[in-house]
């Protein structure tokens, strides 16, 4: 068997307004429109995903925190209705989702290998996050590609973002390995929005675009600092940065999903490619992708 | 003010899922005595703040008129599924809309079929009310109010439910201390995450049974001592829809993965 790769990584936000603007089957409210220079920015990302015909997608969402230990969904198949619980009015999704379990079990293994608390999620009727149905539809509609789902470890809040943030870093180096055991062709897609300060109040027409734009100009200069590094594949400076941008942008990578996913990539100097920048309700969205294999 | 009774209740669902592990089953008897309290004050409404139902964006309140089905916790569901049973008081619901919004609250209505209700809610109303006899008025916990909005909050959902001439019962649903195991533990020993959180706990459940005035002047403490339940932002619901009480009976109290739980029901 050939080793596994990684063969790319996104950084793949997971704002709901993304899902109901495009208005897919899946979703029942219906929208006019909106953010479409994020949804453009996405359709780049499925043209890099069609090119690079992965095995598998691995998703980290903040939008599955757990307090104990990192989680995998261990499911072989998970459906039911998404709704939700803070933009119900956007967001109710019927989604059908392949577990690759087999990945998701050594990627498990691999964590408690090198000292972390790892668990396999099997209950048949747990519901899917929306963080993570929105990355993966935005990135791939068909759902036609096994997906392996990983909890936010509460550490980076509970613990300090040095100790967090190692943690996930350690779970990056574990999915690495674990997907270089099985052979298979991966794509990591970390689910954060950068600079995290929203508006409080939804305008009565959410997709009206003249309502959009930074809820804050320091975390939107934050966005660019960063960006600007990682267009120019400085991933070690990013790196360096990152807690300060963390606390100033209030930054929601703080979860954890792009140290993770860094780290398994093992910080690659190849420079990012952005696909697009926006905001939704005030925070700072980037669809960006780091190719590293054919 | 149309409170007949008022109570504090975990949001963690551990004792209600596994009440046969003692340290939990010793906060799932609690719950017993508390809903037994309930019932005995003849409620037409339930008024539930829980700080498990999270909102960031206007204060969100259930107008669904009977919400069922399964809820997974997304911690816990290796100790079982949760059954959704809950029914809204929509009048009332919507009158608290109202005048949350004519106070500058911006508020919205949240009716969806399978929209997810938290488990702290499903939890409290599952053991107050297993048979969904009692509507409800569910508030949002926003992450962006504070304490003293979420009095006020809870003094609106009061003020609505006299003008509407109903009983109405009080449930903050939240814990105590925060701190919780952050590694696999054995439940049958699962006990208060350190000392200093286990004496604030009792600090804050003694001034509890010594009033409201004893709780608001514990509340400092405690906050120092240790991390709240979101700021313990419950008791300020408990406190702006009672509008004070004279004392508590702690009915139990104990850990539920490290963190602090508690049923209290509040004198009036």
Redesign the interface.
């Known amino acids: 068997m050939a080793q596994g790769k990684i063969v790319a990584g996104f950084v793949a936000p997971h704002p709901p307004h993304l899902v109901y603007a495009e208005n897919p089957p899946q979703n029942e409210p219906k929208a006019e429109g909106g953010w479409e220079p994020l949804r453009w920015a996405y359709e780049k990302a499925r043209k890099s995903i069609e090119e690079l015909k992965p095995d598998v997608l691995l998703v980290h969402s903040p939008h599955w925190m757990t307090l104990v230990g990192h989680h995998f969904l261990g499911v072989p198949r998970l459906s039911g209705k998404s709704v939700d619980p803070i933009f119900p009015n956007l967001f109710r999704y019927d989604f059908d989702m392949a577990v690759d379990v087999d990945l998701a079990e050594a990627c498990c293994a691999e964590a408690q290998g090198l000292g972390l608390t790892a668990k396999m999620m099997r209950n048949p009727n747990f519901r899917v996050d929306y963080g993570t149905i929105t990355t993966l539809h935005m990135i791939r509609p068909q759902w036609d590609i096994p997906v392996v789902g990983i909890s936010a470890n509460n550490s980076p809040y509970y613990l300090n973002i040095d100790e967090g943030t190692a943690q996930m870093e350690t779970l990056g180096e574990a999915t690495r390995r674990a997907i270089e055991k099985s052979g298979k062709r991966a794509v990591l897609l970390a689910s954060n929005t950068f600079s995290h300060y929203h508006f409080h109040e939804e305008p009565d027409t959410p997709e009206d675009m003249s309502k959009e734009h930074p809820q804050n100009y320091h975390g939107y200069k934050w966005d660019m600092r960063m960006i600007e590094l990682m267009r120019k594949g400085q991933i070690r400076e990013v790196m360096r940065l990152f807690p300060e941008w963390v606390e100033e942008a209030f930054a929601e990578v703080k979860s954890g999903a792009f140290p993770w996913m860094v780290s398994a990539m093992g910080y690659p100097d190849v420079p990012a490619e952005l696909h697009g920048y926006g905001t939704v309700i005030g925070t700072g969205n980037a669809v960006m992708e780091w190719r590293l294999a054919a | 003010m149309a409170i007949v009774s008022a109570f504090l209740m975990p949001g963690n669902p551990l004792p209600f899922l596994q009440r046969g592990n003692p340290p939990w089953g010793a906060i799932a008897a609690g719950a017993d005595r508390a809903a037994a309290a309930l019932a005995a004050s003849k409620p037409d409404v339930l008024l539930i703040y829980s700080t498990q ?6 204060e969100l309140w259930q107008t669904r008129p009977h919400s069922t089905g ?3 916790d ?2 816990w ?2 100790y079982g ?1 949760l059954t959704m049973n809950v029914r809204a008081d929509v009048d009332l619901a919507k009158a608290c809309i109202a005048a949350a919004s004519a106070a500058g609250i ?1 508020s ?1 209505a ?1 009716d ?5 209700i ?1 488990s702290g809610t499903i939890v409290a109303n599952g053991f107050l009310n297993p048979d969904a006899s009692i509507p409800a008025v569910i508030a949002a916990n926003n992450l ?1 109010h504070d304490f003293a909005g979420t009095e006020h909050l809870g003094r609106i959902a009061a003020e609505q439910a006299a003008l509407q001439g109903k009983r109405a019962a009080v449930i903050a649903v939240g814990g105590l201390s925060a701190s ?5 533990i054995n439940i049958a020993e699962d006990r208060i995450f350190d000392d200093a959180a286990d004496s604030a706990n009792r600090a804050l459940l003694d001034a509890m049974t010594q009033g409201s005035d004893a709780l608001q002047a514990a509340l400092p403490d405690f906050n120092c001592a240790t991390k709240g339940d979101m700021g313990m932002k419950h008791l300020g619901w408990v406190l702006g829809a009672t509008g004070g009480f004279t004392g508590a009976t702690v009915h139990s109290y104990g850990p539920t ?1 490290g963190a602090g739980a508690a049923v209290v029901e509040f004198h009036l």
């Not at chain 2, 139902?53 to 206007?58: G, H, M, N, P, Q």
């Open positions: 139902w999270i909102a960031v964006l206007d399964l809820h997974v997304e911690n569901y290796e599924d911006r919205k949240v969806y079929d399978q929209f997810p938290d962006y919780y195991f952050d590694h696999d993965y």
